[in-house]
Nanobody
Framework: QVQLVESGGGLVHTGKSLRLSCIAS????????FDWFREAPGKDREFVAG????????DYDDSLKGRFTISRDNRKKTIYLEMSNLKPEDTAVYYC?????????????????????WGQGTQVTVSS
């Protein structure tokens, strides 16, 4: 397993941007696929974006396409989530999740059960 630490959350106004980071340690970073999930107050945790272990595949929740971008830097062992044109409904705790993949599984999966390492979360609050 890897250990994950998220950062970059904060309080921003509507229309602004934030970049979240998720730093991994403890195992071979390039063997892992990563997702971002978020949990808003009173709601279930939901899939935001994912990137495959090779980085060749990415996917997003349909409602977020065009505003959010996921990327990875294997040298820095870091996953990023660039969020632009933020809206109050983006307010949530954002979690990074990692799952080890074999070389035939170079795709994104949006299911929490496919990930066994989770960060502690970082709060994003968007004010109107």
């Amino acid at each position: 397993q890897v250990q994950l630490v998220e950062s970059g959350g904060g309080l921003v106004h509507t229309g602004k941007s934030l970049r979240l980071s998720c730093i991994a340690s403890g195992s071979t970073f390039s063997d892992y696929a990563f997702d971002w999930f978020r949990e808003a107050p009173g709601k279930d945790r939901e899939f935001v974006a994912g990137i495959s272990y090779s980085g060749r595949s990415t996917d997003y929740d349909d409602s977020l396409k065009g505003r959010f971008t996921i990327s990875r830097d294997n040298r820095k062992k870091t996953i990023y989530l660039e969020m632009s044109n933020l809206k109050p409904e983006d307010t949530a705790v954002y979690y990074c999740a990692a799952g080890r993949r074999d070389y035939s599984s170079d795709y994104v999966t949006p299911f929490e059960s496919d990930f066994d390492s989770w960060g502690q979360g970082t709060q994003v609050t968007v004010s109107s």
